[in-house]
Each structure stands twice: as structure tokens, then as C-alpha cells.
């Protein structure tokens, strides 16, 4: 993702007027460095981002997951708790990760923990 700026109009716009968080500079954070990803994903899980902005947040979800890797996304969503491995799993399962299973096999592993719930 070279422009965060690119399909955020939606995710951005409804996460200043309903959770007062600038999304950009958190997606931008989370490209950036482990601790800016950190604190994007436990946003996540207070987002009430929905529609369009669901759509672009499970996009930028799984982008995150392609650059940190599996084993870290992981051990990340995992420590934002039970509301954050809920909302970020739901929004990867929504974007349809292809063959996620195989591909994703820990951050797979957080559905059936988010399913015994």
C-alpha cells in the first residue's frame, strides 16, 4: 500500500465523526512500525466503522497482515482481546482471504478461539 490515502475515504471519514480517530494517521502508524500497528489494531476493536468503511478497513486488515506476517498479526490481534480478535477476524472473513487457512495458519487459529466465545 503505497498511498494509505487510497481507499480510505469512507474508514476515514466515519472513524473521526463516530470514534474521534484519525484512521490515516493510524493506518499510516501501522505501515510504519510495530507499535503504530499495535495501536491500530486495538482500534479495530472499538471501531464502529461500518458499510463502505468496513470494506476498506478489512482491506487494510489484510494488507497488514501481508507485511507483518502471519506469526506477528497474530500474537498482535491475540493481545488486543476479546473484542479486537472478534472485530479484526470478522473483518478478514468478510474480505474473503483466499485459501487464509493454508496460507495464515495462526491468524487462522484465532477463528476457532473467536468461535468458542
Known amino acids: 500500500m503505497e498511498n494509505p490515502s487510497v481507499g480510505c475515504e469512507a ?12 484512521y490515516h494517521s493510524g493506518l499510516v502508524g501501522a505501515l510504519g512500525s510495530r507499535q503504530g500497528f499495535g495501536n491500530f489494531i ?3 476493536g472499538r ?11 478489512a482491506c487494510h486488515l489484510y494488507t ?6 502471519d506469526e506477528s498479526f497474530a500474537q498482535t490481534v491475540a493481545s488486543g482481546g476479546r473484542k ?3 472485530r479484526v477476524i470478522g473483518l478478514l472473513d468478510y474480505a474473503a482471504v483466499t485459501n ?3 496460507r495464515f495458519p495462526k491468524t487462522y487459529g484465532l477463528v476457532s ?3 468458542e466465545l
Open 100 to 102: 487464509f487457512k493454508k
Open 42 to 44: 486495538r482500534y479495530s
Open 11 to 22: 474508514a476515514c471519514s466515519q472513524a473521526k465523526r463516530f470514534d474521534k480517530y484519525d
Open 47 to 57: 471501531s464502529t466503522i461500518m458499510g463502505a468503511g468496513a470494506d476498506e478497513q
Open 84 to 86: 479486537t480478535r472478534e
Open 64 to 69: 497488514l497482515l501481508l507485511k507483518w506476517g
Open 113 to 115: 478461539q473467536h468461535e
